[in-house]
């Protein structure tokens, strides 16, 4: 969806509002909200919010001994608008908040994600690209970090499955972090 792609946003024609929660591996939860509205001419403004949280982390010393659990967390938040100039084409920005935090020290940041989706005229094909975590650096326990810029164009297709009563979508992407050689 648009979180993965601000492309996304202005593709819809009606308002939305979505609630979920995730369960992975190690005891990790996401907790997600998100709005989405439909504006005139073409544009859409959407927002969410995400919260993960996971069990303690057992903490030791420099020379191996206990030193209690260590509580960690992420929280983020995230405004976007896309516009959709033509017939199946959306365009798309987000501005997000993020908040990392292990034990003591918490690191905060903002950055940006933008990209676009076109529909093509064959039935559904759908091909898109963005390009996440444009911003600047964050400090996180004296250390500089840079965000994990990265670009992706991926292409989908889409086909009603078992008569008609479930979709199956094939989707292939290509992925390129800003620090790996091409």
Do not use: C
């Not at 919260?51 to 303690?56: I, K, N, P, Q």
């Not at 959306?90 to 940041?109: C, H, M, P, S």
């Not at 076109?118 to 898109?128: E, N």
């Amino acid at each position: 969806g648009w979180l993965r792609n601000p492309g996304m946003i202005a593709l819809g024609q009606a308002a939305g509002i979505g609630v979920f929660h995730s369960s992975y591996a190690l005891d990790t939860y996401y907790d997600n909200a998100f709005y989405r509205h439909p504006l005139p001419r073409g544009m859409a403004l959407a927002a969410g919010a995400t919260v993960m949280t996971s069990a303690d982390v057992k903490g030791y010393d420099a020379s191996g001994l206990p030193t209690g659990d260590i509580d960690n967390g992420n929280v983020s938040g995230i405004v976007g608008v896309g516009w959709a100039p033509i017939e199946g084409l959306g365009i798309g920005l987000n501005v997000k908040y993020f908040q990392e935090r292990i034990d003591e020290w918490t690191a905060r940041g903002v950055g940006l994600d933008m990209g676009a989706v076109f529909q093509l005229p064959f039935p559904d094909i759908a091909v898109g690209a963005t390009v996440t975590d444009i911003g600047p650096a964050v400090t996180f326990i004296e250390r500089e970090e840079e965000l994990p810029t990265t670009a992706r164009i991926g292409a989908s297709w889409r086909t009603p499955v078992f008569f008609r009563l479930a979709t199956l979508r094939l989707a292939v992407e290509m992925v390129k972090p800003r620090r790996e050689d091409a």
